[in-house]
């Protein structure tokens, strides 16, 4: 056994979790010292933002509905604005992790809490890093006050979110746990909540196919998506996230597909230099292979397996392995550009990630 040698930062929030969750809200809101709160989602969740504000009653200060991906400054402009206006003194976020983002660049400039209400499993919710998009170039940084003070995680929420979604969405959380366990600052209370929201994740996904409605296995996606997002909040990711952050930023890949494709391949790439951490991510989605585990969950489940069936161009593959390339982020084995060029080539075609 290992020498037990770590720091561990533990990051403040009250998780309220529970099918019908939902109805502690005016609790919470109160909890916060709030008195108005501000609803803010995308158009498409726009009947869940009016319920929420419907709950609030004379709580509620409006309802900003137009979210949208990579947090467009404009937007955060006028939604900052609205804010102001109309006198709230809380922002309730309804949605996944482009509402999450909106949020976000709202409470980084003004005192106002977040009380989260997470529809997806990107686990933004649990991390105090935000991004906006100014002039095609997505800013991103690390500041406590937009991290939620309370998360309402409702799985009844969640049932409406699209199979292929779930599925993606799942695995793109299981990227955050998976690259946790192998990060130069994991440490043991992390490991635990990244082996166990893999594990959760695991076992829950393949139902969100075949009985998408079952609320027992939606309840476990959330409760994995959670320990996941506190992984991802808490200690830094590696070469995983920056292949995808490079893919979806300079090559606009939709963000849970990108994550699923890439995941099996990035632990191939690190199976030699962080063999703990590939015995742990096996056990928890009970395969011989982290990578081969991964693959095949998503394999068995629909998910789309390659890059260019989701909009990645051939020409674009060396550019993307250039970007990753050239500032890197810490990973167990160094970053080689002759091997990222071949993991990406894996991951345009589609191939099995390599043995
Ligand atoms: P998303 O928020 O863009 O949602 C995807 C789509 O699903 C949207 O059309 C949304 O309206 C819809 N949707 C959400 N919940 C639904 C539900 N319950 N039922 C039906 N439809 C639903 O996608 P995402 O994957 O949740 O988040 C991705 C974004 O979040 C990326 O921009 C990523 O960079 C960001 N993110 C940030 C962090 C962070 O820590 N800052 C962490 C993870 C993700």
Same mark, same amino acid.
């Given at each position: 056994?290992?020498?037990?040698?770590?720091?561990?930062?533990?990051?403040?929030?009250?998780?309220?979790?529970?099918?019908?969750?939902?109805?502690?809200?005016?609790?919470?809101?109160?909890?916060?010292?709030?008195?108005?709160?501000?609803?803010?989602?995308?158009?498409?969740?726009?009947?869940?933002?009016?319920?929420?504000?419907?709950?609030?009653?004379?709580?509620?200060?409006?309802?900003?509905?137009?979210?949208?991906?990579?947090?467009?400054?404009?937007?955060?402009?006028?939604?900052?604005?609205?804010?102001?206006? #109309?006198?709230?003194?809380?922002?309730?976020?309804?949605?996944?992790?482009?509402?999450?983002?909106?949020?976000?660049?709202?409470?980084?400039?003004?005192?106002?809490?977040?009380?989260?209400?997470?529809?997806?499993?990107?686990?933004?919710?649990?991390?105090?890093?935000?991004?906006?998009?100014?002039?095609?170039?997505?800013?991103?940084?690390?500041?406590?006050?937009?991290?939620?003070?309370?998360?309402?995680?409702?799985?009844?929420?969640?049932?409406?979110?699209?199979?292929?979604?779930?599925?993606?969405?799942?695995?793109?959380?299981?990227?955050?746990?998976?690259?946790?366990?192998?990060?130069?600052?994991?440490?043991?209370?992390?490991?635990?909540?990244?082996?166990?929201?893999?594990?959760?994740?695991?076992?829950?996904?393949?139902?969100?196919?075949?009985?998408?409605?079952?609320?027992?296995?939606?309840?476990?996606?959330?409760?994995?998506?959670?320990?996941?997002?506190?992984?991802?909040?808490?200690?830094?990711? #590696?070469?995983?996230?920056?292949?995808?952050?490079?893919?979806?930023?300079?090559?606009?890949?939709?963000?849970?597909?990108?994550?699923?494709?890439?995941?099996?391949?990035?632990?191939?790439?690190?199976?030699?230099?962080?063999?703990?951490?590939?015995?742990?991510?096996?056990?928890?989605?009970?395969?011989?292979?982290?990578?081969?585990?991964?693959?095949?969950?998503?394999?068995?489940?629909?998910?789309?397996?390659?890059?260019?069936?989701?909009?990645?161009?051939?020409?674009?593959?060396?550019?993307?392995?250039?970007?990753?390339?050239?500032?890197?982020?810490?990973?167990?084995?160094?970053?080689?550009?002759?091997?990222?060029?071949?993991?990406?080539?894996?991951?345009?075609?589609?191939?099995?990630?390599?043995?």
């Amino acid at each position: 056994m290992n020498t037990l040698d770590f720091t561990y930062q533990a990051r403040p929030g009250r998780i309220v979790f529970g099918a019908g969750s939902l109805r502690h809200l005016e609790r919470e809101l109160i909890n916060l010292n709030a008195e108005r709160a501000l609803v803010i989602c995308s158009a498409e969740q726009r009947a869940t933002g009016a319920d929420i504000a419907g709950r609030l009653g004379a709580r509620a200060a409006g309802l900003f509905d137009r979210a949208m991906m990579h947090v467009p400054l404009e937007l955060v402009r006028e939604a900052r604005s609205v804010a102001t206006a #109309s006198k709230a003194d809380c922002v309730i976020v309804v949605g996944g992790g482009s509402a999450m983002g909106l949020g976000k660049a709202i409470a980084l400039e003004s005192t106002m809490p977040i009380l989260a209400v997470p529809t997806t499993y990107a686990g933004s919710e649990m991390t105090p890093i935000f991004g906006i998009t100014e002039a095609g170039l997505k800013r991103t940084g690390t500041d406590l006050r937009v991290l939620p003070k309370c998360v309402i995680y409702d799985p009844l929420l969640t049932t409406t979110l699209p199979v292929g979604l779930s599925v993606t969405s799942g695995i793109n959380a299981i990227a955050h746990a998976a690259e946790g366990l192998y990060a130069q600052d994991a440490n043991p209370v992390t490991s635990l909540m990244a082996e166990e929201g893999i594990a959760s994740l695991a076992r829950a996904i393949p139902k969100l196919v075949s009985t998408p409605d079952d609320i027992e296995f939606r309840s476990l996606a959330l409760y994995g998506a959670w320990l996941c997002g506190s992984v991802l909040g808490s200690v830094g990711m #590696s070469l995983h996230h920056k292949l995808c952050h490079t893919l979806g930023g300079s090559f606009d890949l939709p963000h849970a597909q990108t994550h699923t494709i890439v995941l099996p391949h990035a632990l191939a790439y690190n199976r030699v230099a962080a063999p703990e951490a590939m015995k742990r991510i096996a056990r928890a989605v009970d395969a011989s292979d982290a990578a081969l585990g991964v693959y095949e969950l998503a394999r068995q489940t629909g998910a789309p397996m390659s890059l260019k069936e989701i909009g990645m161009r051939a020409q674009d593959v060396d550019r993307a392995a250039e970007i990753t390339c050239a500032s890197p982020y810490w990973n167990p084995r160094p970053i080689e550009t002759s091997a990222i060029r071949a993991l990406i080539w894996n991951a345009f075609e589609g191939a099995p990630p390599c043995a």
